[in-house]
Every structure is written in C-alpha cells, then in structure tokens.
C-alpha cells in the first residue's frame, strides 16, 4: 500500500490493563527494538528490510501493478493457496453486488491456546481489482469523508504485486494461527472479482466480534526507504465512524507485532515514518475508522526499495514475517 500523509498523533493515554501486563508491554517493543540495532551494529545480513508506508513526497505506488511474475524462492512453510487478490491502500473493502460478499471461511476451529478466539486477516488488495476501475474507483463513506472503494496495490519493479504478497503471508498466518486453535477468517481469498470495499473489509470483522483484526499490506514509497511499520486507529468519532473504543487495545496488538515482527524477521522499524517506532497513527484509513473491533495494518516493507522487495518476493521470508505477524496477535489474544 502507498499513502501520502500519515497523522501523527500522540499516542492515547493508556488507562487500563495496568500492572504486570502494563509493565511487559510497555517494555516488549522498545526490548524488541534494541535487539534489532545491536544485530544490526555487529553486521546482520542486508535483509534487514521492513515496513514500507510511504511519508508525504515519498510515495512511488503504481496506479496499476504490473502481471505478478512467479515467486522463484520456495517457502519455507505451508504454503496455503488461498488465492487472494490484491488491493493498494490499506483501505479496501467493499465490493459491488456482482462480487461475492461472503469472506473466507476457516476450518474447524482445534485445540489450542488460542481455541475461542476469532481472527479475521484482511490481505490487502484484490488481484482482479485492476481489471475493475469502475467498481475500485466509486466512493465509500469513511466516516470522515469518502473514499476510493479499494485500489490496485503496488508491485516490486520486477512485476511481484502487493496483492499476491499479502495473500500469500495471510494463507501463512492462517495456518499458523489454526495450530493454535484460533478460528481464522479471511476478507477475501482471490475467491470475487474484486474487492471488498474498505467499508465492507471492515464490517466483515466487525460481523464476525474479532478478538484481533489484521490488514496486511506492503508499500510503494521511494527508493532507499525501507522497514516495516504497524498503522493505529486514531480517536475519531464522525458521521459511521468511531474508534474511541479500539484506540487502547488496538494499539496494544500493534506494539506486540512490531515487537514480534522485529524478532521474528530481523528486519528494523520504517526509516521514514513513525520515528524510528515502527507505529504510525492514522485518522484517514476507513479500514481502520469503521471498526468496531481492534485492529492495524501493518506494511511489511517497501516493494519499491530493491533490498526490501528482495526479502518480500522470498517464501523463506514470508514465513518469517507471518510467524511475527501471528506470535504478535497470540501474544495479544494471551493477554
């Protein structure tokens, strides 16, 4: 996904879950940080690419993705064909009546730690939607404004889409997260036409009470920006929208994937947004506005920077970001 002008809002007051759980959290990401500059200071490996949501002036994401070429390095785990098809800004979500508008179902909920608890990923993008302009481009209320019912998503310069990344990492997840026996649900699984609209992605966790919901998106910013970075709801209360509710928790599983992100992949915080936090607060995201139930996004990485779309267009590292992606939302689900 590529944006051009995250809100930097101060971080909310934190009024609840105090004590031992306040204390391990507060010290999860800045612990998880510092691990990855003292790898970083005794020479890791150039794979150290990350989130990539692009700043104002930065921003570089294709209108239009070029046809995903085939991802010549294996996974290194399940490699669940979920067939999703991409969309660019972390917004998308609802689709018109000729696109199914069921989202894909999970298997049989096992045991597990995490038995009872439901997840809903939302792979960024439809790998159709550029085969749909009119239907992408009609305005969905956000409760702030309107928007774009989703868009295209981006794509490294040698063809690999966003849409393709995000839904492989989202099949990923999803087996990851059943192990644990959590129920897991996806937005869309390249199983409609296009979409959904940004509205109808959030109504889908909304409908299903998600204990955690996670968009999964990559970047399109300029060259030589690179990293990951989780986007928060702000407080917003307008029109369909109000996140007051989410603001709180939905930080919280932001901080414990960033943490796990960071542990998991190796790879630092966004160079170029969020400060060196690898979180970003944003008010303009209808993803994000119109939940009711807590939720990020998180760009993995900048498809437009070559070191970073070296480590999106690897199964091996794919794997490694679904795992941090997953033990950040158990960690979450756990308390």
Request: glycine fraction near 14%; hydrophobic fraction near 35%; include cysteine.
């Amino acid at each position: 996904m590529s944006y051009t002008g995250p809100d930097f809002d101060p971080p909310p007051s934190r009024r609840f879950r105090r004590g031992p759980l306040t204390v391990a959290l507060a010290a999860l990401v800045p612990g998880a940080l510092l691990g990855w500059a003292v790898y970083a200071a005794v020479g890791g490996s150039g794979d150290d690419g990350g989130d990539a949501s692009t700043s104002a002036g930065a921003s570089a994401s294709a209108s239009s993705p070029a046809p995903p070429s085939a991802d010549a390095s294996p996974p290194d785990g399940p490699d669940e064909s979920d067939g999703k098809k991409p969309s660019t800004s972390p917004d998308s979500a609802s689709g018109s009546a000729s696109a199914s508008s069921s989202p894909s179902a999970s298997a049989p909920a096992g045991t597990g730690p995490l038995k009872g608890k439901v997840v809903v990923i939302d792979p960024g993008h439809n790998p159709g939607n550029f085969r749909h302009t009119a239907e992408i481009n009609r305005q969905v209320d956000i409760g702030t404004n309107s928007k774009e019912c989703d868009t295209t998503g981006t794509s490294t310069n040698d063809g690999f889409s966003e849409a393709k990344f995000t839904l492989d990492v989202a099949h990923r997840m999803r087996a990851l997260l059943e192990a644990q026996g959590a129920t897991v649900k996806l937005t869309q699984d390249d199983d409609r036409p296009f979409g959904p609209c940004i509205d109808e992605r959030a109504r889908i966790g909304n409908k299903a009470k998600a204990d955690a919901v996670v968009s999964i998106h990559a970047d399109g910013s300029g060259t030589g920006n690179r990293g990951f970075h989780v986007i928060l709801p702000g407080p917003v209360n307008s029109g369909a929208a109000d996140t007051r509710a989410i603001v709180e928790p939905s930080r919280e599983l932001g901080e414990r994937i960033a943490g796990n992100f960071v542990r998991a992949t190796g790879n630092g915080p966004s160079n170029y947004v969020g400060g060196g936090t690898g979180l970003v607060t944003r008010k303009d995201l209808g993803g994000l506005n119109l939940s009711t139930v807590p939720k990020v996004f998180i760009e993995c990485g900048n498809m437009r920077d070559s070191k970073d779309a070296a480590l999106l267009t690897s199964g091996a590292w794919r794997q490694k970001a679904a795992r941090g992606i997953s033990e950040g939302i158990a960690s979450f689900l756990r308390g």
